[in-house]
């Protein structure tokens, strides 16, 4: 079965560096896109990145562009998101998810998250 | 920035329809997403490419899209139906997704 899991959140300085990575099994990595989607405590849903399944196109939402770089890694099964230049408004649980399809679709299968924490 | 509009804020008695909406000036041409979301937990897709249900689903919940406005529909709703539910669609380039503010449902 589809499984994915998050790791790498915490506690951190504002304008520091964090890398999330998600390790991803039970289906065919290369073939599906992978998005993060981000909630900050009490508050909805924020799209945050996706890349492709082969890795050619990543877009960002405008919040994190500049700052932030979504990467995959075949060998590993893994797709990170770097996270740079920290601001305590990034305080959220990080979500990993599948794309339906090559990474123009919809999340389907999602982790269950890791939180990151801004704060000085 | 492109954004989904949805209510707040929903509350019905069980076995009542509960009606969902999102606007967002792409829906003409962007299929919207439904996903639920129950406290603690990570998201569940109950509705994509506007109408379809993925298995697993109750029949209970449909979907539909006209013009810049997408529905989601619960037909008699349940207690197990309470939460917070989201549209996901994107804007008119097709790169840049985006979510629905939520709207919290409350069967009581």
């Known amino acids: 079965q589809v499984q994915l899991v998050e790791s790498g959140g915490g506690v951190v300085q504002p304008g520091r560096s964090l890398r999330l990575s998600c390790a991803a099994s039970?289906?065919?990595?290369?073939?599906?896109?992978m998005h993060w989607v981000r909630q900050a405590p009490g508050k909805g849903l924020e799209w945050v990145a996706v890349i492709w399944n082969d890795g050619t196109n990543k877009y960002y939402a405008d919040s994190v562009k500049g700052r932030f770089t979504i990467s995959r890694d075949k060998s590993k099964n893994t797709v990170y998101l770097q996270m740079n230049s920290l601001r305590a408004e990034d305080t959220a649980v990080y979500y990993c998810?599948?794309?339906?399809?090559?990474?123009?679709?919809?999340?389907?299968?999602w982790g269950q998250g890791t939180l990151v924490t801004v704060s000085s | 920035s492109y954004e989904l509009t949805q209510p707040p804020s929903l509350s019905v008695s069980p076995g009542q329809t509960a009606r969902i909406s999102c606007s967002g000036d792409?829906?003409?041409?962007?299929?919207a997403y439904w996903y639920q979301q129950k406290s603690g937990q990570a998201p569940v897709m109950v509705i994509y490419e506007d109408f379809k249900r993925p298995s697993g689903i109750p029949e209970r919940f449909s979907g539909s899209s006209s013009g810049t406005m997408a529905t989601l529909t619960i037909s008699g709703a349940q207690v197990e139906d309470e939460g917070d539910y989201y549209c996901y669609s994107a804007d008119s380039s097709g790169n840049h997704k985006v979510f629905g503010g939520g709207t919290k449902l409350t069967v009581l």
């Open positions: 039970g289906f065919t990595f290369s073939s599906y896109g």
């Open positions: 792409a829906l003409p041409k962007k299929y």
């Open positions: 998810a599948r794309d339906e399809k090559g990474g123009g679709s919809c999340p389907d299968y």
